[in-house]
């Protein structure tokens, strides 16, 4: 589904003609906001917009280190061992190495590796249960690889249009916990995919 998309983003930017001012490279300290949608690998979750912004800091030739902040929400179906039905709200900080392959003057693909930390939220739906007993879910934070491709179309002297795929490899511990006034508390443990594709558009600008 994704890479019909991301082949006509490219060949639109390779034929786009390219303003003069671009011709000039775009280097240091640079900004970037994104936009797009968030693809979950579980099944049973349903993707969202989302939204974020990052820093990029020059490495030395055709490196740059990334610092990202994102935020997205999954819709979970339910299903029996895993999560019930309810809203994950996940929120990674990631940190990459950046290289661009080719320069011809407008056009910078480019890929990235690194890892995220990725902050987690879960706000169950309605569950049906006895009165006296009441059930959450928890989900735990950490850590998880995140790499991906993109292409960097220069608009200007420092300002470009950005398309990335991106793919951020997320299985995290979860805990199901069942609190009765009468039995006590009683916990499950279990495990979250929260491996997720992104098809993310933005704009960067280099100073």
Known sequence: MLRPIVALILAAALFLPAPLAAHLPQRGFGVQFQGGYAFPEENKHRGGPQTGFGIFLPAGGRMSLSFE??????R???????????????????????MEFLRNQFFFPYGFAGVAYVFTRFEIGPVISIPEARIEQRIESGWAPYL??????????????TSEVAYMARTASARTIA??????????????????????????ARF
């Open 69 to 74: 902040f994102m935020r997205w929400a999954v």
């Open 148 to 161: 991906g491709l993109g292409a960097r179309l220069a608009l200007g002297r420092t300002l470009s249009f």
């Open 179 to 204: 609190t009765d006034i009468n039995s006590g508390i009683r916990t499950e443990d279990l495990t979250a995919n929260l491996r997720t594709v992104f098809l993310k558009f933005g704009f960067q």
């Open 76 to 98: 979970s179906l339910g299903s029996p061992g895993k999560l019930y039905a309810g809203r994950i709200e996940v929120s990674p900080i990631a940190a990459s190495l950046r």
